[in-house]
Each structure stands twice: as structure tokens, then as C-alpha cells.
């Protein structure tokens, strides 16, 4: 089913009526009831396994059509979108387009969002690495420098992997792909942010 144009999940146990945006029950008897939001991505088979070499893959039956950058054909069409302190934020996948990393201070939240032109994957980490904020900057399709160590980071994993902080692991912070207008509809007092809200640009 769907509702405001956006998938309608049920559980087995109560049947339930879930917003998949949202993560609440809508109807049933877990009306109000909010699911644990955790980190996922989104992106291309060729991305992942080029982050991730030796995962392995559940085989499930198709029930649609290869996921490709031809997806993201407008990109105005689509956001990267999060919740902090309560907060709807997003970010047009035209933005990321032109800043695959967008330096944020946020909700009292400092946080970094990244973007694989190649793979359209996107993620956003914690900013602080050992008690310290850092600010980003892309160095490839996958790969950002902090200005602050100069240390190499994956921007799809936020492992440090050479420099000062090697080893060193960003906080993944939930996120998700979504068309802009069905998160708006969901979060119409949401803030979209932009390239020119950088905090390694703006100098905040």
C-alpha cells in the first residue's frame, strides 16, 4: 500500500500500518509506536564491493529492474534526507552532485555528508574524531582529507585509511534516499540544505 505517496509497511504480529519514512505505526494497536532507525546505504552492487570486497550476497528472487545512476537521471527530483534533534533535514542529489562533501553544523550536531558520483551512494558521519571536529574535503569518488591532519578517508565507509588518523572510524548516523517530494510532504517544515551551508566555505 501506499500512503502520501510512500510505502506503508505491516508487521505479521499485530498487522500494524507502518510509515517507512517515518518509522511509526499508523494504525493498529502500536499506534505510535516508533521504530530504531539504524544506518543503511543505498547504492550500486559495483560500489559496495568495491567498499566492502568480501561481503557475501542473500540471492533473492527480482521483483524489478537493475539499480543504476540512470535512476538519479534529475536529480532535482531526489534527496538525501536525515533526522537530528528532532529535525527534518535534506539535500538535493543535485547538491551533492556539485559538493560531494557537505561540511554541517546542525541541530548542535556537527556531521559531514558525503556523496559517490560513481556508485550515487550516499552517507553522513559524525564530524568529531577523538573528541575533536573535523572538516572534509573530497579528494576522489570516494575518498575525503580532513583539513585539519590531512589524513585520507573513505567517504563511503569514514574509515581513516592513511595519515594520522589511520584506523580511525567515523559515527555512521542514520540517512536515506527519497524523492523530494514525498519527503517534503512527510516534513514540510524540513530545512534543505546546500552547497553554500558548508561550514569548510562559510568559515563556521
Known sequence: MLWNRSLV??????ESLWSHLLGRAMRGSLLGTELEIVPGEMMTWEGWLAAHPDTTVLRMSRTAGNYGLDFYSDPDRFVYAWMLGGRAFS???????ESPTLNLDLAGTSVVVTFNPESSGAAIFSRVVRDTEHHFLATAPDRMRDV??????SSVTGVALSGELAGSTLTHLP????????????HPDGR??????????TGR
Open 9 to 14: 509497511m505491516m508487521d505479521s504480529e499485530t
Open 192 to 201: 534543505v540544505l546546500r552547497p553554500s551551508d558548508d561550514a569548510v566555505e
Open 91 to 97: 539535500t538535493t542529489i543535485r547538491s551533492l552532485l
Open 175 to 186: 540517512g536515506l534516499m527519497s524523492y523530494r517530494a514525498a519527503w517534503q510532504l512527510f
Open 148 to 153: 585539519e591532519t590531512g589524513t585520507t578517508w
